[in-house]
C-alpha cells in the first residue's frame, strides 16, 4: 500500500475528497520512488482522486499491467468539514471527539471511519483472493491506509493515530486465506 506523493494543501487543509493536484517537488519524489519499485506487479490499484491516480501513474509508468481506479481505496467522505484548515477544525468539539473515538465518531454529512475501513479492507481481502501469492499494489490515502493496518494488526480505530503513514511511504501486508500480517509500516520510498 503507498500513500500518495505531497499535493498543494498538504498538512493544512482538510482536503478530503477533494482534488488538488501533486507539488511539483511531490512529482519529483514520486519519479525517484519508481525505480525502487518491482519490476512487476499482478495487479496495480489506485484511488480515483488526481493525487493518487497522479502518483500511480508516475510509479507505474514501466508496469506491464494497467493500474485500475478502485472506489474502495478512495478517501474518507469527511462531509461538512472538507476543505475547512486544521486550525479551524482545532476550535469545533466534534473534530476533537472524530481524533479521540474513530471507532464510533463520524464526520458530519460524511462517513464513519469504521464504514471506510470495511470498505478498504474489504477489497484488500478481495484482491488477495483474486491474485493468490501474486504481488499486488494500491496508492491509497494515510488514513485509509491507517484504517487497513489496524484492522489486520488487530487494533481499534481509536489507535489509528499512534503511527505515521507519511507521503508516499510504503506498508506492506501479506493477505489470504491464512489471514493476514503487517510486514512494514510507513518505508520511505523517497
Do not use: Y
Not at 468539539?93 to 478498504?120: I, V
Request: charged share 20%; with cysteine; aromatic share 6%.
Amino acid at each position: 500500500m503507498i500513500r500518495h506523493a505531497p499535493h498543494g494543501d498538504l498538512g493544512t487543509t482538510l482536503t478530503g475528497r477533494g482534488d488538488p493536484d501533486l507539488t511539483q517537488a511531490g512529482r519529483q519524489s514520486a519519479e525517484t520512488a519508481r525505480t525502487g519499485l518491482p519490476d512487476a506487479f499482478a495487479g496495480i490499484f489506485t484511488s480515483p482522486l488526481p493525487r493518487a491516480r497522479q502518483t500511480a501513474a508516475i510509479l507505474f509508468q514501466d508496469q506491464p499491467v494497467a493500474v485500475e481506479r478502485e472506489e474502495a481505496l478512495n478517501e474518507i467522505d469527511f462531509g461538512a468539514w472538507m476543505g475547512r484548515t486544521f486550525a479551524e477544525l482545532d476550535a469545533d468539539p466534534r473534530w476533537q471527539n472524530w481524533n479521540r473515538a474513530r471507532s464510533s465518531a463520524k464526520a458530519p454529512a460524511g462517513e464513519s471511519m469504521a464504514a471506510a475501513q470495511a470498505r478498504a479492507s474489504g477489497f484488500v481481502r478481495d484482491a488477495a483472493n483474486r491474485f493468490p501469492g501474486e504481488q499486488i499494489a494500491m496508492v491509497s490515502h494515510s488514513d485509509i491506509i491507517r484504517a487497513i493496518l489496524c484492522d489486520f494488526l488487530r487494533l481499534s480505530l481509536d489507535s489509528i493515530l499512534n503511527f505515521e503513514v507519511a507521503p508516499l511511504s510504503l506498508s506492506r501486508i501479506s493477505a489470504g486465506p491464512h489471514g493476514g500480517r503487517v510486514l512494514s509500516v510507513n518505508e520511505r520510498m523517497a
